[in-house]
């Protein structure tokens, strides 16, 4: 059998030298590249390297939670994988000793009706999306279950506008599918699971899955393109828990893609279909491309250090770029939609960003949904039917919106390239003893990411119940509704005892 070692040396070479360019510009520091090793100063954090290529975080002169002779260590143990024969690709998922794993991690959205309110359950009790002073953790549950209760009506008429449930899952299925079938022309045998967070097939159901299948190598690859501590850091930091807690996972070796929306192939991707889009105006050159993207409160940014906001400019800066290499130099501009509750969230807001243009005589108008990549709630109805009948009573005369990107082969097939890249960094957790393991944490592992991108877990305004002292949007909301609650309860003590001010005032009973 060749050696993967073969297989590999050209991806490995590549990966640290187009990384590289990229880092030493954010950096501005020297760094240098031989045969996939990488040197750096002692007291920086090699998965920054990593980072900094793929997330543009800039450099870390952070504590080192990998060794530099751990980074050539893991590089160095590509030597012992191997390439698979014809046999193997023909009926099992080996390469060599090992059974590779992709694992996709996704929202989740309900599919029907009676599933909104517990999916919204979910989704609050994720302590990522409302994150509560931690004197007030215990109040988590009975929160969410207030919220989901309470949202779950516009949700539901959300749901029953796009066929009575979100199509996420059966997108992520063909996606995994599609995916699954690109690594095996690849020569990269590989199963694909889908994990979901917030519904089913929960993450926990995949895990059980890789168990029974007996995966050895995983690779963790968020289906959000950009990282988000809400989105994918929200799944990693689920996966670290279910991780930590089995043995047989603490021994898979792992790897995780944090974010990939700087890859060519999904460039090259959004930028065909928004160059597609375009045709279909009678004078192209004229149309705004307006990109939004799912927003985030903005503390997540401000205060957590969320790095969703650099990493959607950036993504942005290059589909022009990439589009301008095809003449196409039309105006753009990026807002932020789908914001829940009383707190600020990124800004500018896709609603009031619609108004303006409207005003400002923009009369062509091409929505590009940036951060998903399948259609949802978000795409179907928010776009295509809330911010659409917007745009046109904005003066707006012409809309039209890009398709998510769903299967398309240049996409599916550049993921594949992301997962075979990702494989020499594929490394274990696997020391029983758990301080050793925080030491000799992998590149790129799961619980890295995490230290990298949330590591103090700072509390943060949660999302969508704050109480704010003063005369505050959010204190008049929910003064507002208490009041309103409390006016309810007296009426109906009111009728139901025939006590109560009302009756003593003389008001009620109405007919005497
Ligand atoms: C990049 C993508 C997303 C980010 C960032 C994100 C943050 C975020 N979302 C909420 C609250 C809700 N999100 C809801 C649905 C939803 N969100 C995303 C993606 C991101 N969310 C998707 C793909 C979907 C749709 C799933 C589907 O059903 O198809 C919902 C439910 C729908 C609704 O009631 O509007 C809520 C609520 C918060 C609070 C948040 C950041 C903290
Ligand atoms: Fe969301």
Not at 121 to 137: H, T, V
Not at 230 to 237: A, D, E, F, V
Not at 483 to 509: C, D, K
Request: charged share 20%.
């Amino acid at each position: 059998m060749l050696r993967l070692i073969e297989f590999f040396k050209p991806f490995n070479i590549l990966y640290f030298h187009r990384l590289l360019p990229h880092a030493i510009c954010s950096s501005q520091k020297m760094y240098r590249s031989s045969g996939g090793h990488v040197e750096a100063p002692s007291n920086t954090n090699p998965l920054k390297i990593y980072m900094a290529g793929r997330c543009s975080l800039g450099w870390s002169e952070a504590q080192p939670l990998v060794s530099k002779q751990s980074l050539n260590r893991h590089l160095l143990s590509v030597e012992a994988l191997v390439t698979p024969t014809a046999q193997d690709v023909s009926d099992t998922p080996f390469i060599g000793d090992d059974k590779i794993g992709v694992l996709l991690l996704n929202l989740g959205g309900p599919e029907t009706l009676e599933d909104v309110q517990p999916f919204l359950f979910n989704l609050f009790a994720d302590p990522d999306i409302i994150r509560l002073p931690r004197l007030f953790s215990f109040l988590q549950k009975p929160l969410a279950q207030f919220v989901s209760v309470a949202r779950a009506p516009k949700s539901k008429e959300g749901y029953a506008s796009i066929g009575g449930g979100s199509p996420l899952r059966r997108m992520t299925d063909a996606q995994a599918e599609e995916l699954k079938k690109s690594l095996w022309t690849k020569n990269v045998p590989a199963n694909v699971y889908v994990g979901m967070r917030y519904w089913h097939p929960f993450t926990e159901e995949a895990i059980e899955q890789i168990k029974r299948d007996g995966i050895t190598k995983l690779v963790v690859l968020p289906l959000y393109p950009q990282f988000s501590i809400s989105t994918s850091g929200s799944s990693l930091r689920l996966l670290e828990s279910i991780f930590r807690e089995d043995e047989y996972l603490v021994n898979m070796q792992h790897t995780v893609i944090p974010s990939w929306y700087q890859r060519e192939g999904y460039i090259t991707a959004m930028a065909n279909l928004i160059e597609k889009e375009l045709k279909d105006f009678d004078s192209h050159k004229e149309v705004m491309i307006f990109f939004s993207a799912h927003g985030v409160p903005l503390a997540y940014v401000e205060k957590a250090g969320d790095p969703y906001k650099a990493e959607m400019e950036e993504c942005v800066d290059l589909v022009m770029g990439e589009l301008e290499k095809r003449n196409i130099t039309n105006a753009y501009t990026l807002a932020y939609q789908s914001r829940v509750g009383p707190v600020e969230w990124l800004r500018p807001y896709t609603d009031e960003t619609i108004v303006e243009l409207g005003k400002r005589g923009v009369r062509s108008l091409l929505a590009v949904p940036i951060s998903f990549v399948s259609e949802h709630i978000e795409t179907l109805e928010e776009i295509d039917v809330e911010y659409k009948e917007l745009a046109l009573k904005s003066g707006i005369q012409k809309w039209g919106r890009v398709p998510a990107l769903g299967c398309e082969p240049t996409f599916i097939s550049d993921l594949a390239d992301a997962v075979i890249e990702s494989l020499p960094y594929v490394g274990a957790m696997a020391v029983s003893n758990l301080e050793a393991r925080q030491s000799l944490v992998p590149l790129g592992s799961v619980e890295e990411l995490l230290a990298a991108y949330d590591s103090q877990r700072k509390e943060l305004p949660p999302p969508v119940l704050v109480w704010e002292w003063g005369w505050t949007k959010s204190a008049e909301t929910w003064n507002g509704r208490a009041a309103m609650l409390a006016v309810l309860l007296l009426l109906f003590l009111e009728v139901t005892t025939g006590q109560g001010f009302l009756h003593q005032w003389g008001i009620l009973p109405l007919f005497r």
